[in-house]
């Protein structure tokens, strides 16, 4: 599984050629404050009691974790005789894989480089001899697809292997090309596949990595902990509909805690959900962002949007704790009706005689007068706040399509960059 690998800074932070890391700022110091969940502590979610699950995956972690290690009866395999490009398939850690071609929207180029150091995958005789032939079981998933090995892969696998990755991304802002160099990192990753004592679950993958700044990029964060992630993958037996549940802890912008991905069949879907520390749900249909995406605010209710194969619907209403359905714009007002909060920007965004797409979707130029009379002047003066806030929007929606940040650091640093940049302006944008 492709987990939140990367520790990046943020391209649009470049972009708009200004930093701040001040440690007097309140909202650094929160972004810097070191919080560390128990062990036992969850993510809250009604979908399927993993108390069994929650139990074993602490009693690895506490056996392996401090360890810098997966386990410890693994000496005995063999090493396998396999190419490093098959090898690095079976781990996870593909060029494509950890390396993956932004979407085609035209707005990021992807500059990143990967180098890797020779891979070691042990098993038994006849294990390896298995490895050899297999043909890896893709599963949806956003942004890349997951490469595992089949669930029903009966032998002990045991991956060792570590690779550097410079990220360097050009971001289009305003029709301008910036490019954000994110910096260099070196990252190490422990796998052991084995059969699992949880009834039910007939095998587990257990996974650590550690991601190693090398150098910094655009932005200092010389003041996050780089700490390893500890990851537990749960394979079902049998036909049960629950194809695997990923437990894993991570350290986040120095916030640690756990965090919850169920993935299952229903009718011919493939479904995908997370439950992250900070109150973050988000689903996959197929691959697609479907469903509610709650999104936490600090200091403020969580944003809530409603995602149909990946495209935002405009007004809906919840169904359950996790999905949604449609709704008519004429129904908004009512009990119940919500808009997605992007429209909602939009609609508040200041309103001229240009188009507001100009302004919503990409940053129109600030106004040029050609008059010094009143009238124009303040016709200007509109016109430039309008623009100034699609600027606002335009970066912060470029926040969110960062590639390559799979933690969220990037974003939060991309969105507190944006926020000194147009916070001034009254723009009716939450950050």
């Not at 494509?96 to 990021?108: E, F, H, I, L, R």
């Not at 001899?129 to 956003?142: F, I, K, T, Y």
């Not at 003041?223 to 992630?229: A, D, L, S, V, Y």
């Not at 209710?301 to 919840?318: E, I, N, T, W």
């Amino acid at each position: 599984m492709k987990l939140f690998r990367i520790l990046a800074c943020t391209a649009v932070i470049a972009a708009l050629n200004a930093c701040t890391t001040a440690a007097t700022s309140p909202a650094m110091q929160k972004l810097y404050a070191v919080e560390t969940d128990p062990i036992n502590h969850w993510p809250a979610q009604s979908q399927k009691d993993l108390t069994v699950l929650q139990n074993d995956f602490v009693a690895h972690y506490q056996a392996n974790y401090a360890n810098n290690d997966v386990g410890s009866d693994y000496a005995h395999l063999v090493v396998c005789d396999l190419s490093q490009e098959h090898a690095l398939d079976i781990t996870g850690i593909s060029p494509d894989m950890v390396n993956p071609t932004p979407p085609a929207n035209g707005n990021v180029k992807n500059e990143s480089t990967v180098t890797y150091e020779p891979m070691t995958i042990r098993s038994t005789t006849a294990g390896c001899a298995a490895l050899a032939n297999v043909e890896m079981h893709v599963e949806p998933n956003m942004v890349v697809n997951l490469k595992r090995l089949p669930y029903d892969f009966s032998y002990p696998v045991y991956m060792n292997g570590s690779y550097t990755k410079h990220t360097r991304n050009k971001v289009n802002i305003n029709n301008k090309w910036r490019t954000s160099d994110l910096g260099i990192a070196r990252v190490s990753v422990k796998r052991y596949r084995t059969r699992s004592e949880v009834g039910g679950f007939a095998y587990q993958q257990a996974s650590w990595e550690h991601s190693q700044t090398l150098k910094q990029g655009d932005v200092d964060i010389s003041q996050f902990q780089e700490q390893p992630m500890f990851i537990i993958t749960y394979f079902s037996a049998g036909n049960d509909h629950y194809k695997n549940i990923t437990l894993f802890r991570q350290t986040l912008t120095n916030k640690t805690g756990n965090s919850i991905t169920m993935r299952w069949t229903h009718g011919d879907d493939f479904m995908t959900r997370t439950w992250m520390r900070n109150g973050a749900i988000l689903t996959q249909k197929n691959g697609k962002q479907s469903g509610l995406f709650v999104v936490p605010m600090t200091g403020q209710a969580p944003l809530v949007y409603c995602k149909d194969q990946g495209a935002s619907v405009q007004y809906f209403r919840m169904d359950g704790d996790y999905d949604c359905v449609a709704a008519n714009e004429s129904e908004f007002g009512q009990d119940g009706v919500y808009i997605d909060p992007i429209l909602r920007i939009r609609k508040s965004l200041p309103q001229t005689t240009t188009p507001p797409p100009a302004i919503a979707m990409q940053a129109s130029a600030p106004a040029n007068p050609t008059s010094p009379s009143t009238a124009q002047d303040a016709s200007n003066t509109v016109s430039n706040t309008a623009s100034e806030c699609g600027k606002a929007y335009a970066a912060r929606k470029a926040c969110e399509k960062l590639p390559g940040d799979p933690f969220g650091l990037s974003l939060k640093l991309c969105l507190s960059q944006v926020k000194k940049n147009f916070g001034g302006l009254n723009c009716p944008l939450s950050f």
